[in-house]
């Protein structure tokens, strides 16, 4: 591991030598296992957000996608297409309304391995190319840690977490917070808890994760929601339709969209020139 991350810093100094105007609209969505409900909190935070802001979505699950599958899509042209040089990278985003652009990604593909970090580092530069088309751009990464999943996150200004209340779930989050330091990548580190059954079980989960962290690590979290659990979000996905669609008003949508007001204050600090909510298009309470 002290290798690849050796390898990861050397890149680093040589893209961060290159213009970078993306990096501060870089929502990066990760987790350290399967199941934490990652894809279904970026497609639904993403369609949310796209309410009042132009958003461009990215899986970068690479060769295990499922996005396309959430949304129930069947995209001609993904990531693959273009880091194989069939199509420029403009031809890959697909609109799925006015607002909301998404870049999918492929999901099995026997003859594809893992991207380069030369095309990973092509990628941001066609993403700082369109940056200003964009009030955010949401990577919704694989679950788990990988030199790729490390590289991305390094390029976020904002990184959210997605884990549960589980033991085993908070481990790993503390394993991916853990190697963010060793890259010596811990700014705006976010914890989104999911799947909570009881009320404050996520708060109590962040406050075990951040003991663990201070303790140990020494590094800054922030806890940005608690989610809860609800039937309807395995339906949606069953149905392939958005729970966003399905019912605006469950709970869950409801930690969603203060979610995403906390990330519009965060973002509006760090300077993206990013108008404020606007309340008529959508009402988010008791953000902070």
Do not use: W
Not at 19 to 38: L, R
Not at 64 to 85: A, G, Y
Not at 112 to 141: A, C, H, R, V
Not at 166 to 175: F, G, K, N
């Amino acid at each position: 591991m002290t290798i690849q991350l050796d390898r990861i810093r050397e890149l680093e100094k040589l893209f961060n030598s290159e213009e970078n105007n993306s990096s501060e609209k870089v929502v990066a969505i990760t987790s350290g296992k399967g199941g934490t409900g990652k894809t279904f909190f970026a497609a639904n935070f993403a369609y949310q957000y796209s309410k009042s802001h132009k958003v461009l979505l990215v899986d970068v699950d690479f060769n295990l996608s499922n996005l396309h599958l959430l949304l129930n899509s069947n995209p001609q042209k993904t990531l693959n297409t273009f880091f194989e040089s069939k199509a420029l990278f403009t031809e890959i985003i697909s609109g799925y309304n006015s607002n909301l652009d998404i870049i999918f990604g492929d999901s099995g593909l026997v003859s594809q391995g893992k991207p380069t970090f030369n095309q990973i580092n092509n990628m941001f530069s066609e993403i700082n190319i369109l940056s200003s088309k964009y009030d955010l751009i949401i990577f919704d990464l694989g679950a788990g840690v990988s030199d790729e999943n490390l590289h991305i996150l390094s390029k976020a200004k904002t990184k959210l977490l997605i884990t549960n209340p589980e033991p085993t779930a908070l481990m790993d989050a503390y394993v991916i917070i853990k190697l963010l330091k060793s890259n010596n990548n811990t700014e705006g580190i976010y914890i989104a808890v999911n799947r909570c059954i009881e009320e404050s079980e996520g708060s109590q989960a962040f406050k075990n994760l951040q003991s663990a962290v201070d303790h140990f690590l020494k590094v800054s979290v922030n806890f940005l929601v608690e989610i809860p659990e609800s039937s309807e979000v395995r339906n949606s996905i069953i149905n392939q339709k958005l729970l966003s669609d399905i019912n605006r008003s469950n709970p869950v949508i409801s930690s969603i969209n203060k979610a995403i007001t906390k990330i519009s204050k965060i973002h509006q600090v760090l300077n993206i020139n990013q108008p404020a909510l606007k309340s008529s298009s959508i009402s988010f309470k008791n953000s902070l």
